[in-house]
């Protein structure tokens, strides 16, 4: 942390690497408009001002150093403390080619501005009170999401749902510790002035508010990472074809808008903004029984780490009666995952002859991987296993590691407090643990911090951001 | 080109594809504001108007489409005739999450935009006299730009130099045109009202001109594309070794500014600001005798291309009277070519030995490509090569064939004019050849077009510019 000093100038690009029709080269600090302006010329090369300028405005002009015209550019100034870090700050739209943003940034550092460390601005905006911590982590989130859902609760997160359910908590817990020290202070005297009853039904409410937290960070991960999906069967059910068949339809659709093709990730999809990831079973150790190796071998790791089981079989290969007995053994080893059973390879002539053939399996799903059929019924029954571990758009959800552990640890120091006042422990014992599930929730928002905390968070930012 | 329609509202992202801190997604056209005012909001999700504001500033917001916020954004607005295509136009910065810009351009698509089509931007510039056709074109090469000449013949010519010297040429023409055609009016008079040998020299003047344009499109090519350079030798020499010493320190040179990598092409260096563009020798079939191969293989290939030919030995496996004998047959089929002598393999022992050995050859350079030693040296040679080939700055260079075709056209129509003056042809055949000339001239910069024409050069575009 000691590399960020808060009054030097930083520069970097924002926008991604590439080249492209524009880029964005952003400045934030207190010489952010004079580095800019050693450079800055109208159309006519007459030296341009930009102090004097009112915040939030655009600046045609043109760079140019020893002469040499570097680009013509737009430039938007925004006047501390109203833009985005609280500091005076410059945004410079140039061509896209990679020598100008290289030439500029060369400009703008050997003129006084420094690198900007990943996250810089956005840690600049939160020592300067204008994001709370939470808030800015979820910059990151909100540009790394890529779901409907990881961008809903982000966005959420961003503009502070969050961070005011943590703050309501503290009030609460600041009351009951208000309360608990009164007592405290007249504890010579033997009066309790808190009631202990009311003191034990605020701290159960806030232990309860907590509680759904914590248990949201389950969802909150799965949103954040994906759920994960294993595909397991014998080695001829058509596992990869199945996965493959998904991929290209996640990919056609993405693509329908060009210039947004997705980084896809090899085994993720989106579907109905969910996002979904494959677990990889080229592992799988191909044998002719299956049921067998399931205890031993890879589908079990596979199986261990899903959310969902698929089990795909061709449904040209087995009886009605064999299939009952191998998912009976696979039943054994899912645990709460969910399990899709999925029939592969049917077609127009066996259809009916196979839903009669499996009538026993109501929840059975038949497709044809190869030929692309009934994949949306696959896909709907994916989404509708998610649907139903219930999330709602307006509850709060917690997506971070860090914030689930302060918590949880929260949650267990008022645990050792509600238990204190069933054991009538004295008001000062007490005290301690509340203060301690203070700070935790403090540093969630940032209110109680420290320079590690604050570099592990930001060095997670792209550098620009 | 029936695609594009002028009144059409048009929407791109306008900045490199990618996850990363900001991304900018630009529309133009009448609609442009209402477009995006119909999902803009305050932060209290009050709406917002975009039409009340003033041209040239920046607006924060977020953007709502069915109670669920897509981002908060800043929006920048630009009234026609004051825009980059002199229609109303709105840039719209977004945290640069890949799902965001789909959602984006998905809500401006979905009320009335279209996607834009590549250099459609740049077209309604050129529709709207922004920026007449040659400068349009620079557009493209500024951001294409990746070396300190490409990028300044490129800004030159976007700034209208070019342009201003072929519409300089074209009134000169257009003064010869109306003596030659005053002549015409007169012809039955048998009166000569321009003087034979004004015309002669004003026409002599212009071809000298265009054919000076004509010729720095050798130049401008190479600078453009980048001088090819063929490194020949036995294959025990080191040449693979030389061509990524090279590359990797242009590499490093390159990566000093975080964020910055170039997308190397996988043969391109950049040395003091030229482009040098090595031509693959991979396919130099290995024979112990590469003299006798050099008649026939692909050696003779990679000279033909090259406009410098460097001819690395091992300085350890030659005598100087051998080498003698190589170079002298070399020289036969170097052409124009610039030959290049490169001892390779030196080393701090044997250095002075070998510059004895071979003093015959003052000119040669002694490397060790393998220990980066003495490689400045062939660099710098490198460069001086390209220098005395002469370079000004501010000399016009025709780096586009489309171009340099026009000029040639014209050049050849001019010299039949310049002919029928000498063999005192009558003034309407002239007139023919120079409006031919004229029409030539004219296409560069647009004054004369069709659309073919602008669609083969605007699709070359990227999207968003």
Chains 1, 2 share one sequence.
Do not use: W
């Amino acid at each position: 942390m000691t590399n960020y000093q808060p009054n030097d100038t930083i520069v970097a690009l924002a926008t991604a690497h590439g080249s492209s029709a524009i880029a964005v080269i952003r400045l934030s600090g207190p010489n952010a408009f004079s580095v800019v302006e050693d450079y800055f010329y109208s159309k006519e090369q007459k030296r341009k001002s930009l102090t004097d300028k009112k915040s939030h405005t655009v600046h045609f002009g043109t760079i140019i150093h020893q002469d040499i015209i570097i680009d013509e550019v737009l430039v938007t100034i925004f006047k501390g403390p109203n833009s985005y870090t609280g500091q005076d700050s410059v945004e410079i739209s140039c061509h896209g080619s990679l020598f100008i943003q290289q030439q500029l940034l060369k400009l703008f550092l050997s003129s006084g501005a420094r690198m900007a460390q990943p996250g810089e601005f956005t840690m600049r905006a939160f020592l300067n009170g204008k994001l709370d911590l939470s808030q800015a982590e979820a910059v990151a989130d909100l540009i790394a999401s890529n779901s409907a859902i990881s961008h809903q609760v982000a966005m959420q997160q961003m503009r502070g749902g969050f961070s005011n359910k943590i703050r309501l908590l503290r009030e609460n817990l600041i009351d009951f510790a208000a309360l608990i020290e009164l007592e405290l202070d007249f504890s010579e005297e033997d009066v309790e002035f808190a009631n202990r009853n009311d003191l034990k039904n605020l701290i159960a409410k806030i232990i309860a508010v907590i509680g759904k937290l914590v248990n949201s960070f389950d969802v909150g991960n799965v949103i954040k990472n994906g759920i994960p999906v294993g595909i397991v069967g014998k080695p001829n059910a058509g596992k990869s074809t199945l996965l493959n068949t998904l991929l290209d339809d996640d990919r056609a659709i993405v693509s329908d808008i060009p210039g947004t093709t997705r980084d896809t990730i090899e085994d993720e999809i989106t579907i109905d903004g969910v996002l979904f990831r494959f677990i990889d079973t080229a592992g799988l150790r191909t044998t002719s029984d299956v049921i067998e190796q399931i205890g031993v071998n890879k589908a079990l790791e596979v199986i261990r780490k899903s959310a969902i089981v698929v089990y795909l079989f061709d449904s040209h290969e087995i009886s009605s009666g064999d299939l009952k007995m191998e998912i009976d053994m696979l039943k054994d080893h899912i645990g709460d995952s969910q399990l899709v059973l999925v029939a592969n390879k049917i077609d127009v002539e066996n259809d009916s002859d196979l839903r009669k053939e499996f009538n026993q399996f109501p929840e059975m799903i038949y497709i044809s991987a190869k030929h692309h059929k009934n994949i949306d019924v696959l896909k709907q029954k994916l989404v509708s296993l998610f649907d139903t571990r219930t999330i709602n758009a307006t509850d709060t959800i917690v997506t971070n590691a860090r914030h689930a552990n302060a918590l949880r640890n929260a949650e267990k120091a008022l645990y050792k407090v509600s238990e204190g006042l069933n054991g009538n422990i004295a008001g000062d014992l007490l005290a301690l643990d509340i203060r301690y599930a203070l700070e935790e929730l403090g540093a969630i928002t940032g209110q109680v911090t420290n320079e590690d905390l604050l570099d592990s968070i930001f060095t997670r930012f792209c550098i620009g951001k």
